[in-house]
């Protein structure tokens, strides 16, 4: 259930005790209470987690398992780690949520997946079932469970950059599947970073910089591609790692925190660059791009002063011409890309 620091804060300096089931440090009360209390103030005792009773009930590796907290989540936090064979173990809130969940799963062509449910973990009345995702009927209401999934049928996010632009919802304003590899290759993307992506469009960079673990920041002007950035981040479960600022750039950057990356999809000036450049630490990456012969010119002179990689990318694909093919050409595109 969601915990409320606020209650136990409230009786700071006197004795008190908060009774949590299995691990208070794993998707438990523990952190959130820690990060508020100075390390003299407070003492934990864990128990086995509630991953570590599903492990030993169902003979899986605790290790190869993927653990994630929905009771307070959506269930979209799952898109990231769903794919063949899978198996991941989640903490839901309740037994009704264990058959929303199941319908979540078949609705996106999970429904062939295996699920268990377990109830009760360790103690007198312990339940545990199996079920299919498409044809679950289990009847647990009331009671506060974990559901284990081993997932079959559809195919997972690929793991490479450069999804399809298919997966995406935008209005044509997007970086296309071939020029965002390149762009992602360049990013460089660590888990625990922060990239601003100005100029964010679809989001798309953004949602492949987030699958890698890190945290974005898309800036857009305008309301209607902001919205659909929103929307791209819920689908791929990555809302709670990518913030989205209606504005430009630069002075919607002006109270955020320095990144460890940037990119810049179009429309960078001199004014622009000098006041990111001057927010980046030594190590940070920025990538940039042109389509424009204007903006391609300061990004030749920016890389006369600054050194990096500029590289012009000219992308053609087959397409019908009578009863042939022939090549058709996209717009040439510049990008340069520079460390600090």
């Known amino acids: 259930m969601p915990f409320d620091a606020d209650v136990v804060l409230s009786c700071r300096g006197r004795p008190t005790a908060v009774l949590a089931s299995?691990?208070?440090?794993?998707?438990?009360?523990?952190?959130?209470?820690?990060?508020?209390?100075?390390a003299s103030e407070w003492t934990a005792h864990p128990a086995l987690s509630t991953f570590s009773h599903v492990a030993a009930r169902l003979g899986w590796r605790l290790e190869a398992m993927t653990c994630l907290g929905l009771h307070a989540a959506p269930f979209e936090r799952l898109v990231p780690h769903l794919a063949r064979a899978a198996r991941i173990v989640c903490l839901v809130r309740d037994g009704k949520a264990a058959g929303d969940l199941a319908k979540w799963l078949g609705e996106r062509g999970w429904g062939t997946s295996t699920l268990w449910t377990l109830a009760a973990l360790g103690g007198p009345r312990e339940s545990i079932a199996e079920h299919r995702a498409d044809s679950y009927a289990g009847d647990l209401a009331g009671n506060l469970i974990a559901v284990a999934i081993e997932a079959r049928g559809a195919q997972g996010i690929?793991?490479?950059?450069?999804?399809?632009?298919?997966?995406?919802?935008?209005?044509?304003?997007?970086?296309?599947?071939?020029?965002?590899?390149?762009?992602?290759?360049?990013?460089?993307?660590?888990?625990?970073?922060?990239?601003?992506?100005?100029?964010?469009?679809?989001?798309s960079i953004s949602v492949e910089w987030a699958l890698c673990g890190g945290t974005a920041i898309a800036v857009e002007a305008r309301d209607d591609r902001a919205a659909n950035?929103?929307?791209?981040?819920?689908?791929?479960?990555?809302?709670?790692?990518?913030?989205?600022?209606?504005?430009?750039?630069?002075?919607?950057?002006?109270?955020?925190?320095?990144?460890?990356?940037?990119?810049?999809?179009?429309?960078?000036?001199?004014?622009?660059?000098?006041?990111?450049?001057?927010r980046l630490a030594s190590g940070a990456r920025l990538v940039a791009h042109s389509v424009t012969l204007e903006t391609e010119a300061l990004l030749g002179e920016l890389h006369r002063r600054h050194g990096g990689e500029l590289m012009r990318v000219e992308i053609a694909h087959a397409a019908p011409l009578g009863r042939y093919r022939s090549w058709e050409a996209s717009r040439p595109l510049v990008q340069w890309s520079v460390v600090r």
């Open 22 to 38: 299995g691990d208070p440090f794993w998707y438990g009360a523990g952190a959130g209470l820690a990060e508020k209390l100075d």
């Open 158 to 203: 690929p793991r490479s950059s450069g999804l399809s632009d298919d997966l995406f919802v935008h209005d044509g304003q997007i970086t296309k599947r071939p020029v965002r590899a390149l762009a992602l290759s360049a990013l460089a993307p660590c888990p625990g970073e922060r990239l601003w992506d100005i100029g964010a469009g679809s989001g």
């Open 229 to 278: 950035i929103r929307s791209n981040a819920e689908a791929f479960g990555l809302a709670h790692r990518i913030t989205v600022i209606a504005g430009t750039a630069p002075e919607a950057l002006a109270a955020l925190e320095a990144p460890d990356a940037v990119f810049i999809g179009g429309g960078l000036d001199g004014a622009m660059f000098d006041a990111i450049w001057s």
